[in-house]
């Protein structure tokens, strides 16, 4: 085996043991492997490992890379902050767009999507921890959001993303997890049409195995793949 490997082997288990504590499937817990600033050589041994999910922060660099990888067999995932110019590109390119905060920018993904004759799959990011160099929308509006997005005839709203501030310890990042999925059942309660919240996006390298354990669907995984960025 080698090492790109071995590495997902080993994030596979750590996802297997926080299910197993949680009482959950695994299979439920998908892996986004998130390849900024990683090339395309590098990637290419995650797939052959079976990763099918890539995140990326910038549509600059995904697009890049977008062309040179087999695309029947992987789904891209935008993650960044998303710029209304950068819009139209991002619809083109990913199947799911984790980093939606505003009204503005789902009603511009609506517009594009809807020249692009397709339904865009969304997110909606939550800044969770109120933290104000953080992109997201508060909880307390995140309710409003989906009642607005919702109307949006080319989106389809399939949960919630969130980046808790960072600790050493990630049992610190916990009650955060909690609070977002507490939020997306509030959200679900509501009984919004056309929106069915089944995905919670979050836990990273550091913390996956609390996010797992507080309801994660799936997790995004930079560097526990493929190394420390530069
Ligand atoms: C970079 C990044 C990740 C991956 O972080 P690692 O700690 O390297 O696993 C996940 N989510 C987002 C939004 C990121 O920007």
Not at 89 to 98: C, E, G, K, N, P
Not at 105 to 114: F, G, M, P, S, V
Not at 119 to 131: G, K
Request: aromatic letters at 4%.
């Amino acid at each position: 085996m080698n090492e790109t490997a071995r590495r997902i082997d080993s994030i596979r288990d750590r996802i297997r043991q926080a299910a197993a504590r949680s009482g959950r499937n695994p299979g439920e817990i998908a892996i986004v492997a998130v390849t900024k600033t990683v090339t395309v050589d590098r990637i290419l041994p995650a797939i052959n490992a079976g990763i099918r999910l890539l995140g990326e922060n910038y549509i600059q660099e995904a697009m890049e890379k977008i062309g040179s990888l087999p695309d029947q067999l992987v789904a891209w995932h935008f993650i960044g902050h998303l710029q209304s110019k950068k819009v139209k590109y991002a619809v083109r390119h990913f199947d799911l767009i984790h980093s939606v905060d505003s009204l503005k920018l789902a009603r511009e993904i609506d517009k594009e999507a809807a020249k692009a004759g397709k339904v865009q799959r969304i997110l909606i990011q939550v800044n969770i921890a109120e933290e104000a160099t953080k992109s997201g929308i508060s909880a307390d509006d995140t309710l409003e959001l989906v009642r607005e997005a919702g109307r949006c005839e080319h989106l389809q709203i399939e949960g919630l993303m969130t980046m808790p501030p960072f600790f050493d310890d990630p049992a610190r990042a916990r009650p955060f997890f909690r609070a977002l999925s507490e939020l997306k059942d509030r959200v679900q309660a509501a009984g919004i049409p056309n929106v069915i919240m089944k995905e919670l996006s979050m836990g990273m390298t550091g913390d996956l195995e609390a996010a797992v354990e507080e309801g994660a669907t799936m997790v995004r995984i930079g560097t526990a793949i493929f190394g420390e960025r530069l």
